[in-house]
Structures are given as structure tokens and as C-alpha cells.
T-cell receptor, first 115, second 116 residues
Framework: AQTVTQSQPEMSVQEAETVTLSCTYDTSESDYYLFWYKQPPSRQMILVIRQEAYKQQNATENRFSVNFQKAAKSFSLKISDSQLGDAAMYFCAYYSGAGSYQLTFGKGTKLSVIP | ETGVTQTPRHLVMGMTNKKSLKCEQHLGHNAMYWYKQSAKKPLELMFVYNFKEQTENNSVPSRFSPECPNSSHLFLHLHTLQPEDSALYLC???????????????FGPGTRLLVL
């Protein structure tokens, strides 16, 4: 079974600085998708960024980028120029689609942004 | 209307009550999901519907009863719940498998449920 591990329960970053959130996963599949979701205190789970495993190029969405290391099964999220609105729970998630529609989530990292 | 909506946002119920959670998506998707989010635990997938047909039930107790009358609406009927069922219940939707893009799920704001 696939597992997703986020080893940092909480992190903090100074406003305008850069922070990296870690995620590792375990799978025997070769083709899959990885996601980072953000859940602010308002609770709405928002998709931040996605990565297809068959693509070597790291995904980027404005201030958010990933470092995808397929061999190491690592998928970290880098937030540049952190803003107060970035404060939230961040969840890493995995999807293989091979016979299941299930997104497997990590336990999340709570990010605080210090003004 | 935002993509995925859920009502009510908050619900308090006794163990003998019967209540229903509602989810509606306006994204043209055909797959819908119920998740349970408890404190300190990863999100747990409960049910999956694809074109109104239930395709997954992750060993959910029968006191939770899903209903999907069409591809845009999903309900979760609750009866004789236990206090440990208190959690945030999230609905999500996606394109259907085989169409491409089904791996990306879009979530509603959730219903915060408290069982007394």
C-alpha cells in the first residue's frame, strides 16, 4: 500500500522568506501523480500544485515550486516570498489511479508565517 | 457559485438523530468522494461514486449511508452516530477515470460534525 510521510508537523517562516516543506512517499508504481494541497483555517482544501511522475521537469506555480526526486521518492514544496496568506496546513498527496481512485494523504504540516 | 459546495457548514447532533450532509459540484465532473478528516490523522477516503455508481466503500460503518442521485449531487446520511464520528467531512469531485485529469480532486469547504 502507498504511504505518504510528512516529517515536519509544524514549521514557521518569516514573511518574504523562503520555506521548504518535505514529503516522502512509498510506492511500487512507476506512473503516478503527486499533489500539494493547502488548507487554511477556513477549511477549504485548495490545490496548490501537481506533478506527474513521468515528467522530469519540476512543476511551478507562481511562488510555489516542487523538488521532485523520483528515485528518492521525495516531493518537497518550496514557497518563495512567503506571505501572511500562506499560513495554513499543507498536505502532500499521492494518486496512482491503478485500480483505485484514492488520494493518499500525509498528516500535514502546519505552516506559520511571522510578520 | 464556487466549484464544490457543502451544507451545512456546522452540525451538532445527538447519537439518536438522523441527519444528512449535502454536497454539490458545479465543475461538470462525474466522480464524487466523501472524506473524513479527524484531528492528527490523514484524510480518510470513505466513498467514491463514478457516474452515480458507488465504486469504493472503504469499510465504512453502516451508520454512514451515501447517496448519489446524479453526477452533481452527493449526500451522506447519518444515523445513530457515535461521539468518535465527530470530525470534518469533506466532499470532493473530479473528472471520471478514463477521461484524463481524474487524478485531480477539488474539495468543498467541509461540514464540521459534532456528535454528542
Amino acid at each position: 500500500a502507498q504511504t505518504v510521510t510528512q516529517s515536519q508537523p509544524e514549521m514557521s517562516v518569516q514573511e518574504a522568506e523562503t520555506v521548504t516543506l518535505s514529503c516522502t512517499y512509498d510506492t511500487s508504481e512507476s506512473d503516478y501523480y503527486l499533489f500539494w494541497y493547502k488548507q487554511p483555517p477556513s477549511r477549504q482544501m485548495i490545490l496548490v500544485i501537481r506533478q506527474e511522475a513521468y515528467k522530469q521537469q519540476n512543476a511551478t506555480e507562481n511562488r510555489f515550486s516542487v523538488n521532485f526526486q523520483k528515485a528518492a521518492k521525495s516531493f518537497s514544496l518550496k514557497i518563495s516570498d512567503s506571505q501572511l496568506g500562506d499560513a495554513a496546513m499543507y498536505f502532500c498527496a499521492y494518486y496512482s489511479g491503478a485500480g483505485s481512485y484514492q488520494l493518499t494523504f500525509g498528516k500535514g504540516t502546519k505552516l506559520s508565517v511571522i510578520p | 457559485e464556487t466549484g464544490v459546495t457543502q451544507t451545512p457548514r456546522h452540525l451538532v447532533m445527538g447519537m439518536t438523530n438522523k441527519k444528512s450532509l449535502k454536497c454539490e459540484q458545479h465543475l461538470g465532473h462525474n466522480a464524487m468522494y466523501w472524506y473524513k478528516q479527524s484531528a492528527k490523522k490523514p484524510l480518510e477516503l470513505m466513498f467514491v461514486y463514478n457516474f452515480k455508481e458507488q465504486t469504493e466503500n472503504n469499510s465504512v460503518p453502516s451508520r454512514f449511508s451515501p447517496e448519489c442521485p446524479n453526477s452533481s449531487h452527493l449526500f451522506l446520511h447519518l444515523h445513530t452516530l457515535q461521539p468518535e464520528d465527530s470530525a470534518l467531512y469533506l466532499c470532493a469531485s473530479s473528472l471520471s477515470p478514463g477521461t484524463g485529469g481524474q487524478e485531480t480532486q477539488y474539495f468543498g469547504p467541509g461540514t464540521r460534525l459534532l456528535v454528542l
